[in-house]
Nanobody
Framework: QVQLVESGGGLVQAGGSLRLSCVAS????????MGWFRQAPGKEREFVAA????????YHADSVKGRFTISRDNAKNTVTLQMNSLKPEDTAVYSC?????????????????????WGQGTQVTVSS
């Protein structure tokens, strides 16, 4: 099992930036990829970005491409989501997740059901 703790959420004006971090502990050697998802009130959970743990290959949802960047620091067991040019529609609870053990296609990594471990989430609110 992998434990995940997010930090960095908060309130920001439209056009501003936030940096979310997710620290992993436990069986981190078993991680294949890490992902960020978000869920706004009354909406379904939405894929944001994912990154493979060893190679650092990254994939971003079209809705955030060019504004958000996912990265990882293996030495610190940390995945970061840099969010720039934030919009009110980015308001949501952001959660990081770990997919363990096996290899995945990007299509599968966009599905929350493929992830094994989840953090508690951090609120991001963007005011207009």
């Amino acid at each position: 099992q992998v434990q995940l703790v997010e930090s960095g959420g908060g309130l920001v004006q439209a056009g501003g930036s936030l940096r979310l971090s997710c620290v992993a502990s436990g069986r981190t050697f078993s991680i294949y990829a890490m992902g960020w998802f978000r869920q706004a009130p009354g909406k379904e959970r939405e894929f944001v970005a994912a990154i493979t743990w060893n190679s650092g290959n990254a994939y971003h949802a079209d809705s955030v491409k060019g504004r958000f960047t996912i990265s990882r620091d293996n030495a610190k067991n940390t995945v970061t989501l840099q969010m720039n040019s934030l919009k009110p529609e980015d308001t949501a609870v952001y959660s990081c997740a770990a997919a363990r053990g096996r290899s995945f296609s990007w299509g599968r990594l966009m599905r929350g059901a493929e992830y094994d471990d989840w953090g508690q989430g951090t609120q991001v609110t963007v005011s207009s």
